[in-house]
T-cell receptor
Framework: DAGITQSPRHKVTETGTPVTLRCHQT?????MYWYRQDPGHGLRLIHY???????DKGEVSDGYSVSRSKTEDFLLTLESATSSQTSVYFC???????????FGEGSWLTVV | DAKTTQPPSMDCAEGRAANLPCNHS???????VYWYRQIHSQGPQYIIH???NNETNEMASLIITEDRKSSTLILPHATLRDTAVYYC???????????????FGKGTLLTVNP
């Protein structure tokens, strides 16, 4: 158990609506990440954070924003959801000299 | 990060050892070998990692060849719950921005049969 909680775990939303996914960690790790996983594309990094209020873009950041106001919470926001953002979203954390990355259980998002 | 090559699928009988190979012939001296697995509808689960020495933990053993160009993940007594996709990844380990780079290939689907 990596001490990561994602919410909601499942969500269906309509095109054009805003959506926020929350990642909460209990490990006090410095780094947090949001990935999405799609068939044929594997895991792709959306955004990551290396500290409170310190975030940066990953390889598929368009259409997404993030915020980290507390060490334990990392929020992913889809300002205006599109069908192409239907995916499984994984939060991950890492800390320590070897920086092993641990993943949460995922949030299934369907945009109709 | 170095590219890895894994067989697409393998079968193993329950209770037997599962040996999952991985080739990483272009691995650099500062790159570690990591293994993750993903059970259907769950998040990737960290299993083990190593640099050049063999490693063992409560889940598995990792055998890295002396030239570091290949490795084998060993599940000593496979159970039905070990059925999953297993990913071999090589990456630089250490602090800094590069640690977010986790490139998951297609992995090996291990099916443990009763």
């Amino acid at each position: 158990d990596a001490g990561i909680t994602q919410s909601p775990r499942h969500k269906v939303t309509e095109t054009g609506t805003p959506v926020t996914l929350r990642c909460h960690q209990t490990e006090n790790h410095r780094y947090m990440y949001w990935y999405r996983q799609d068939p044929g594309h594997g895991l792709r990094l959306i955004h990551y954070s290396y500290g409170v209020k310190d975030t940066d873009k990953g390889e598929v950041s368009d259409g997404y924003s993030v915020s980290r106001s507390k060490t334990e919470d990392f929020l992913l926001t889809l300002e205006s959801a599109t069908s192409s953002q239907t995916s499984v979203y994984f939060c991950a954390i890492s800390e320590g000299a070897r920086n092993t990355i641990y993943f949460g259980e995922g949030s299934w998002l369907t945009v109709v | 990060d170095a590219k890895t090559t894994q067989p697409p699928s393998m079968d193993c009988a329950e209770g037997r050892a599962a040996n999952l190979p991985c080739n990483h012939s272009t691995i650099s001296g500062n790159e570690y070998v990591y293994w993750y697995r993903q059970i259907h509808s769950q998040g990737p689960q960290y299993i083990i990692h190593g640099l050049k020495n063999n490693e063992t933990n409560e889940m598995a053993s990792l055998i890295i060849t002396e030239d570091r160009k290949s490795s084998t993940l060993i599940l000593p007594h496979a159970t039905l719950r070990d059925t999953a996709v297993y990913y071999c990844i090589v990456r630089v380990a250490g602090s800094g921005g590069s640690n977010y780079k986790l490139t998951f290939g297609k992995g090996t689907l291990l099916t443990v049969n009763p």
